[in-house]
């Protein structure tokens, strides 16, 4: 059975809530009802609003039984009183059931004694008849099949939809609805709103999709950030806060199998200076990934070629260029950073012209590899970018 | 009896605003919902019994769309009113009528 509070317990919620004293939340309750009764007496209803109306209504005379003894009598006429629920009230009580919608069946419907759900959208067109084909012909004279027996064949789950029903737990509760729960074909959408009180159900159809489509938006992701990068073509990789991560890919490989490598790594203590050529597919930061074993070093590349090298995300297959190698790959020295520094500081040049609003990363990255090239750099920067790049 | 001379006769009663009578109404109310919510039941004395029922599915005919069709499920409020209120007011004539 349902559940119940006490009085007491009424008093005590209301005395919280109000924060009254429980001698105070008694005593306005029962006012309250001898005025609604006040009122029924003078009025015949009494609103409240926002959860219902109390009214008076009036039953005819009429003949009855006496229980106990058998006998006949009648009953006088009198008023009744009746509540009636108003829709925030009504809405608020129906919750759990409120995304479930009548369905259509078929005019000679299969189902057996005990009354059925089914899983429903609105069927206000005739369109569902089709799902209801199997059922059989000795059904549409005795629609309710009062004389049949019911039979395993006309068994609704049959040709019902099941979907597991979050319903089911509740309904536990009472006695009836278990049948229900056998029949088990009550789809129940539920929103997300809060759920009543004891069962926390959710519907877990709807999780499993926002997952794939999750998956499927980072699959696709993925791949659209590794068909840009596979080429590897004469775009090179652009600005210093994109995660590493991802940008390692292919470049490396294909580096490595087509160049030719010269064998002379530079001295210990010194920065070494190879001469490279491009191949076909190669970028400033494949070069930097695969030589300088740090791709984000890759405009010391483009500075060390400032004379062959105009636009940084262009290089040309053929091109000759002095690969900067550093002396220790897991530190920098001092002028080995300002290379990499002023690099970044020729490329915030060019992109002033071609890409302004970003341009400025690229003066900040500078700062970050050397903080001396900033201020060099003071009298012939945006000062606005200068500014941003400071603000690190 | 409306809403507000309920409120007004209320506040008159117990001696306080009607405001704060309006919003102590408002508050029980709310607590009234709650409980039906949570499918609990409760009683006021001399008022009588809430609680919910489930309305079992039901089928029906549509003559609409000739057919029968079936009723989803619902939980309903339910009240009783207690034995007092039912014989005080069984014999009266409200004005109204």
């Known amino acids: 059975m349902s559940k119940k509070t006490t009085f007491k317990e009424l008093i005590g919620e209301i005395s ?33 609003a926002g959860f219902g109306k109390f009214e008076l209504r009036w039953m005819n005379e009429r003949s009855g ?47 057996s004694a005990g009354p059925d759900g089914q899983t429903g959208d609105d069927s206000e067109n005739g369109e569902k008849d089709e799902d209801f084909s199997s059922q059989k012909e000795s059904v549409r004279d005795d629609p309710f099949q009062l004389e049949k027996e019911i039979n395993e064949e006309d068994d609704i789950d049959n040709w019902v939809y099941e979907r597991p029903s979050p319903v089911q737990s509740r309904s536990k509760q009472t006695g009836q609805a278990n049948k229900v729960d ?15 009180g004891q069962n926390r159900n959710r519907n877990r159809e709807g999780f499993r999709w926002s997952y794939a489509a999750l998956a499927g938006i980072l699959l696709i992701a993925f791949l659209a950030l590794f068909i840009v990068l596979k080429p590897g ?25 087509e160049q030719q490598e010269p064998a002379g790594e530079a001295p210990e203590n010194d920065t070494g200076f190879i001469p490279v050529e491009v191949e076909a597919g190669q970028s400033l930061w494949g070069l930097a990934e695969t030589h300088l074993e740090n791709a984000y070093l890759w405009p010391w590349i483009y500075h060390v070629n400032r004379t062959q090298l105009s636009n940084p995300d262009l290089i040309i297959a053929g091109n000759e260029l002095t690969l900067p190698v550093p002396a220790n790959k897991d530190r ?19 992109y002033r012209d071609t890409d302004p609003a970003n341009a400025k990363y690229f003066l900040w990255a500078a700062g970050t590899f050397n903080e001396e090239v900033l201020d060099q750099a003071e009298g012939s920067v945006n000062y606005n970018d200068l500014v941003f790049a400071r603000s690190r | 009896m409306t809403y507000s001379e309920l409120i007004d006769q209320l506040a008159e009663e117990l001696d306080l605003t009607k405001k704060e009578t309006k919003s102590l109404v408002k508050e029980v109310i709310s ?45 309903i409020v339910e009240f009783s009113p207690g034995k007092s209120l039912k014989n005080n007011l069984k014999f009266v004539k409200p004005a109204n009528e």
Do not use: C
């Open chain 1, 332 to 350: 920098l020295k001092e002028d080995e950073r300002m290379g990499v520094a002023n690099g970044y500081l020729d490329i915030y040049s060019w």
């Open chain 1, 65 to 111: 039984v006496n229980p106990q003894t058998g006998e006949e009598i009648t009953i006088p006429g009198q008023n009744k009183v009746v509540f009636k629920p108003y829709k925030p009230l009504r809405e608020h009580v129906n919750k759990p059931y409120s995304q479930m919608r009548s369905q259509l069946l078929d005019t000679s419907p299969s189902t």
């Open chain 1, 16 to 48: 919280d809530r109000t924060q009254k004293s429980q001698t105070f939340s008694e005593h306005f309750i029962r006012e309250l009802v001898s005025i609604i009764e006040a009122g029924l007496e003078s009025e015949g209803s009494v609103t409240l």
């Open chain 1, 182 to 196: 056998s029949r088990n074909s009550l789809a129940v959408k539920m929103d997300q709103s809060e759920p009543s």
């Open chain 1, 233 to 257: 073509q004469d775009i090179n990789e652009p600005l210093p806060e994109q995660p590493a991560a991802v940008t390692e890919p292919e470049s490396p490989a294909v580096d490595e199998a």
């Open chain 2, 31 to 75: 607590e009234f919902t709650t409980l039906l919510g949570e499918e609990t039941g409760f009683t006021i004395p001399d008022l009588g019994t809430f609680k919910t029922r489930v309305k079992e599915v039901q089928k029906v005919y549509s003559p609409h769309h000739e057919k029968y069709m079936l009723v989803p499920p619902k939980r």
